[in-house]
């Protein structure tokens, strides 16, 4: 019987794989069991503990009316999004929900797992609806930059938004088993907010106004208004024309001496001038007044604007600020 010659060689092939196979398997660290009985962490990850606490209310909307009419506002929730960025780019997020609540502060404790890398950490704390995770004021696909929607919406205390940025070098954790980190962002609002108040409500009542008759006010930005803001820079972005917000105002009873008319937070250019143009129109869409306009701000001001809104030339009356100190309550005349 004639012997197969390939045999053997097959043989030698095959036990030289097989010598292969387990000398790449015991290149492979299997994670070690811990003292509880469970598998041992990733020694390429570090766990990162954020302390987080968001100044929800500042002190002066502690004590006027801002904190009453948020009140009124219903069917919203905390959103808190945690971004890691790596060279730039999106690389990790967590997203967390939390109901309202009454307090001036809110408290809580993140925690989020990355490689041993270095990133640039970027906390974002605003508002959605209590029956969607869908976005709402900001559009946050990414945070560099956050973007206003399509439909651009004032007029809302839940507009209000908190955010940090801070880098994050874990690159000096790589081959530590377990590493912690604890950070204690800073949270800082990236907008200021204004509102516009009417104190010519006797003189307008006085022209022919009834209590109780409606009418629509419209805020213009003019030239290109910034709806965005790019986290990991700091600055505002995403300039826009012809951006415009309305609001329904309903004439009060005689003997009010003003009202609020209109409200927004808004993200502040480099220059901090965002010139404006302020409209009353009636039922028949025919314009009764205008005031021209610009807000000098920067970040986390709150400021107040008190004119004649109702009552102004509507050929358009001009005011400018010249100067502010962080919170603005301010008198201007339209003629």
């Known amino acids: 019987m004639k012997k197969n010659s390939y045999t053997p ?3 030698r092939i095959c036990c030289l794989l097989l010598s292969l196979t387990m000398t790449a398997c015991s290149l492979y660290e299997h994670p070690e069991m811990t003292e509880n009985g469970e598998i041992g962490i990733d020694p390429t990850a570090v766990n990162v503990n954020i302390n987080l606490s968001l100044q929800l209310k500042t002190d002066e909307a502690a004590n006027d009316e801002v904190a009453s009419r948020a009140d009124a506002e219903t069917g919203y929730r905390h959103r808190i999004i945690v971004d890691a960025y790596l060279n730039r780019i999106l690389s990790k997020r967590q997203v967390v929900y939390k109901e309202l609540t009454e307090a001036a502060k809110l408290d809580m404790e993140l925690n989020l797992k990355l490689h041993a890398r270095d990133y640039q950490l970027v906390i974002w704390a605003d508002y959605v609806s209590e029956d969607s995770d869908d976005d709402l004021f900001y559009n946050t696909t990414t945070l560099a930059p956050v973007i206003s929607p399509e ?11 908190l955010y940090s940025c801070q880098e994050l070098n874990l690159s000096k954790y790589r081959n530590q088993w377990n590493a912690q980190v604890a950070l204690n962002p800073e949270m800082k609002r990236p907008t200021a907010r204004y509102e516009l108040i009417a104190n010519d409500i006797e003189t307008f009542m006085t022209n022919g106004a009834k209590a109780g008759s409606k009418y629509t006010m419209t805020v213009r930005y003019l030239g290109f208004y910034d709806t965005g803001f790019h986290t990991l820079d700091g600055i505002s972005k995403h300039g826009l024309q012809y951006v ?22 808004i993200f502040v250019p480099e220059n901090g001038e965002v010139p404006i143009a302020v409209e009353l129109s009636n039922d028949k869409n025919a314009l009764l007044a205008r005031t021209y306009l610009t807000l000098q701000c920067k970040t986390g001001d709150r400021i107040v604007k ?3 809104f109702l009552t102004a030339d509507p050929s358009g009356g001009i005011g400018v ?5 962080g919170t603005i309550d301010e008198d201007l005349t339209v003629e």
Do not use: C, W
């Open 9 to 11: 060689l097959f043989k």
């Open 151 to 161: 439909t651009y919406l004032g007029n809302s205390e839940y507009k209000d938004v």
């Open 244 to 265: 415009t917000y309305k609001r329904t105002i309903t004439v009060p009873q005689e003997g009010t001496q003003e009202m609020s008319i209109a409200f927004d937070h």
């Open 306 to 308: 008190r004119s004649n």
């Open 321 to 325: 600020d010249p100067g502010y100190d």
